[in-house]
Each structure stands twice: as structure tokens, then as C-alpha cells.
């Protein structure tokens, strides 16, 4: 029989000192990934090895697939589906976990490079949700691949080492900002302003009266460095991401802070999760998406039919496919949509409805609904399937708590979940509470982060 009446308390209060070390444990190999995966398609890499190193197979090396098997599909190097296959048969549904592996950033624009007055810049523009002052005066890094014409692949990753350049973007000095300071915050840094310093030397072999000298030298470096000419800039993807790592914070060292946490929290606590999974009752999946931060659409996008063309060669690979038989499974599946929350900040507590939002370290979120202004676009879970994972958890000990997305009224945001729950899923969204969220760098608490990785171990074992 549970309590009365609803109490809240921090975790930390009940955790026994052994409990302590494997959080702290836990924490550090989570900032060790978060250091080494800072892109989707860093993810997709760095989590396929460790699949690979835990049993997981390529799907194109299974002729068959029994129970316990492990097997995952990669997607244009940008989004990993992984599956345990179950003892039941898939069309009784199977258990998903799903997070997103983009994280918002400055991508180069397609003609970066330009030279204005002595200083060569690299030109952006803002992929997701961003502050756009929050990216000035900060350590940059660079992060992607360039393809050449003839299909050659070169991967950049500048800016972490120590001995590595960093690059920046300027920003005003307050003595002469006083009409910047005068504008909205969200105008006094422009988006054609985001952009990126890369070099102040010119070309020391250009004729006396060449222009752009100073981008010249530039070219000659990058070419040196990656066999490129300017045109291959047009066949890349370069991510301009916050250079610093991710570092335990506080004196209590309770908390973590790092870029990316949405929502490398929850690919990282969900991945960890399906890897301690051994032939489950139900098939448990895991899935890791793309674009989720400019809306899920394109090939790599939980928009596109990929996903289910994953689903559906598990039920080939089974032999069991039939005609329609994958939306039937979509009906009997369950899904935990893994994303961060909005957790309450005591010095912005005027957003949050504090009965009705995560707060750190008192567990992971539910958010039955997500969307904004009268549960706009919102994916609202039914309280049959709600009162189903809050019996999961209780019964494994998990510490959770149900919240909303700030305040009515106050604005909102969405995930992945309404797609899976457009199949016919059964989805609740279900991740761990950030503060600073969007923000080069983002908290969240290291009770919480554990908490997750529990909470998806017990839904893959469901
Ligand atoms: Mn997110
Ligand atoms: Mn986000």
C-alpha cells in the first residue's frame, strides 16, 4: 500500500555509500562518452563498438534470427536501431527505448570560408534551439566529414586536444556595447554573426596585389592538413560544437556538467541499459535518432519510414513476416521516449509549475504530454499505459517523478514520441531533468543519470 499522500524528496537521501560508488562510477564512464561522442554520427560509431563489444551483430550477418540474438542496423552512419530478440514472438509487441542522438550546434554553411579584413572566418548557421549569445567568447571545436568528389571520406576533429588549436566567435566589449545592451536578447547577437575566427596570418607567396590573403593561407593549411580544396567544402558536414569537456560539478561532485546532455543522457543510459539485457520475454529495442533538434524530418529523422524497415527485417529474419504484420506489432509495442526534461531552476523558478516539474536529483521525468499552449501537438500517454510504467518502476525501485514542460502558457517543446505513437506505440516520454538545457553546457544530476539507466533496464525487462 503506498503512501497517503505524495511526498517529494531528493534521492541522494536514501543512498547507501556503495550506492554512492557506483553512481559516481557510472558518471564517469557517462563524461568519458560524452568527451568522445559529441555528434550523431560520433555516437553512431562509439556505440556500435560497444555493441559489437557486448554481442551485437550487423544485421546483414544474421541468416536467422532466435531468441537472445543481438543484432543492430545503422543508418547512413547517423542513426543505431539495436535489438535483444525475445522468447515471445514479435507480433506480441516489443519494447523500445528511443533518444535522439543530435544535440543543438553551429553547422558550417555550404561557402564558409571568407576573409574579413585581417581575420579569416568560417561561417555558420545555427542548427536547433540555441541562445545565440550563449555561443560567443567560448572555446569552439570542429567536428564531421568533408566527402571528396571521388567519394574519399575525411573525418575533422579539431579542438579537443590540448595541443590542437580552438577556434571562437567574437563578441563586443561592454565598453562599446552600449547599444547592444540596449537590444533583446534575442537580437543582439545576429545569426550572420555566428561566426566562427579560424586565422589572422596571410599567405606569405601571394603577389603584392592579391586580395583575401589571409583566407588563402588558410586553404593552403587545409589542404595540407586534409587534402581539401575550398569546393570540398560543398560535400560536408562540419559541426561547430563547444570545445570544453564534460567535468563533475559542485563540491559535493553531485552533478554533471558537459555539452550535449540533450539528449546524450539518454542514448548513453539507454544504450547501457539494452547491453545488460539477456534473452527478454519481449523483443527490447533501442533506437537513436537524428534531426530531432529541427524537427525529425529527412532520411535520418525518426519522420522516416527506416526505422520500421529495421522492424520489419527482424520480423523477416524471424520468418514470421506476413502482410501488414508490422503494424501490428507497432499496436502491441510499448515505448519509453527517452529525452531530457526541462528540470527546475530555483533562480528561473517562475517557469516551472514546481508541483507539476522535474526537479534534479528526485529521479527520472514523465512527461505524460509534452507540446504547448493547451497540449498543442502534444503526445498525450493514456493513463492505462501510465499506471503500467509507474507499476514497473515502483516495483523495481526506481525513483520517478511526473512533470510538465514549464508552466501552461509559458511555451513547451516535443520529442520523438508522437511518431512511434502515430504507429500505434503505446509511448510516454520519460528522461532525465536539465537545467541550462540547449546551452553549451548543461547540467544534470549524477543521482538522476543512474536513475535512468535503471529505469530503462527495467522496461527492456518488461
Ligand atoms: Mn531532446
Ligand atoms: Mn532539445
Not at 308 to 314: G, K, M, N
Request: hydrophobic share 35%.
Amino acid at each position: 500500500m503506498s503512501d497517503l499522500e505524495k511526498k517529494k524528496k531528493s534521492g541522494w537521501e536514501k543512498v547507501s555509500k556503495d550506492l554512492e560508488e557506483k553512481i559516481m562510477e557510472f558518471a564517469k564512464e557517462y563524461m568519458y562518452y560524452l568527451n568522445n561522442a559529441k555528434t550523431e554520427r560520433e555516437i553512431v560509431t562509439f556505440s556500435e563498438k560497444m555493441a559489437r563489444e557486448n554481442g551485437f551483430k550487423d544485421i546483414s550477418e544474421y541468416e536467422k534470427l532466435e531468441p537472445g540474438d543481438k543484432v543492430y542496423y545503422k543508418n547512413r552512419e547517423k542513426n543505431l536501431y539495436l535489438a535483444v530478440i525475445g522468447n515471445k514472438s514479435l507480433e506480441e509487441g516489443i519494447n523500445i527505448v528511443g533518444a535522439h542522438a543530435d544535440s543543438p550546434r553551429l553547422d558550417l554553411k555550404p561557402n564558409p570560408l571568407v576573409q574579413d579584413g585581417n581575420m579569416a572566418y568560417l561561417k555558420t548557421h545555427y542548427y536547433g534551439g540555441i541562445k545565440k549569445y550563449q555561443w560567443t567568447a567560448i572555446p569552439l571545436a570542429i567536428h564531421g566529414v568533408i566527402f571528396k568528389e571521388n567519394g574519399e571520406k575525411v573525418t575533422v576533429n579539431i579542438g579537443e586536444n590540448e595541443d590542437e588549436p580552438v577556434f571562437t566567435i567574437t563578441d563586443l566589449l561592454p565598453h562599446l556595447a552600449k547599444e547592444q545592451q540596449q537590444k533583446k536578447l534575442s537580437e543582439a547577437i545576429s545569426g550572420e554573426n555566428l561566426s566562427i575566427l579560424v586565422g589572422n596570418i596571410p599567405d606569405k607567396d601571394a603577389e603584392e596585389k592579391s586580395t583575401d590573403t589571409i583566407k588563402k593561407n588558410i586553404l593552403k593549411i587545409l589542404n595540407k592538413k586534409y587534402g581539401i580544396t575550398e569546393d570540398d567544402f560543398m560535400s560536408s558536414e562540419l559541426e561547430v560544437v563547444p570545445a570544453f569537456k564534460a567535468r563533475t560539478l559542485g563540491f559535493d561532485e553531485s552533478l554533471i556538467a558537459g555539452y550535449g546532455q540533450d539528449d546524450k543522457v539518454c542514448v548513453y543510459t539507454s544504450l547501457r541499459a539494452i547491453l545488460n539485457v539477456e534473452k527478454p520475454e519481449r523483443t527490447a529495442v533501442c533506437l537513436f535518432s537524428d534531426k530531432e533538434e529541427i524537427g525529425s524530418m529527412g532520411n535520418t529523422g525518426m519522420e522516416s519510414h527506416v526505422f520500421d524497415t529495421f522492424i520489419a527485417e527482424l520480423l523477416n529474419k524471424a520468418g514470421i513476416n506476413r502482410p501488414n504484420l508490422l503494424d501490428k506489432v507497432f499496436c502491441n509495442s510499448r515505448m519509453l521516449s527517452a529525452d531530457v526534461d526541462a528540470g527546475v531552476d530555483p533562480l528561473y523558478a517562475q517557469v516551472s509549475d514546481i508541483n507539476n516539474a522535474g526537479i534534479l536529483s528526485e529521479g527520472i521525468s514523465i512527461n505524460k504530454y509534452t507540446g504547448a499552449g493547451g497540449k498543442n501537438n502534444s503526445s498525450d500517454a493514456n493513463a492505462e499505459y501510465v499506471a503500467f510504467i509507474r507499476k514497473i518502476f515502483n516495483e523495481n525501485d526506481i525513483k520517478f517523478q511526473l512533470a510538465e514542460l514549464g508552466k501552461v502558457d509559458i511555451g513547451g517543446g516535443g520529442t520523438i514520441a508522437y511518431i512511434l505513437a502515430n504507429k500505434g506505440v503505446d509511448v510516454i516520454d520519460c528522461g532525465v531533468p536539465v537545467l541550462s538545457m540547449h546551452a553549451p553546457y548543461e547540467v544534470t544530476s549524477k543521482f538522476d543519470v543512474y536513475e535512468a539507466y535503471r529505469a530503462y533496464e527495467a522496461f527492456f525487462k518488461n
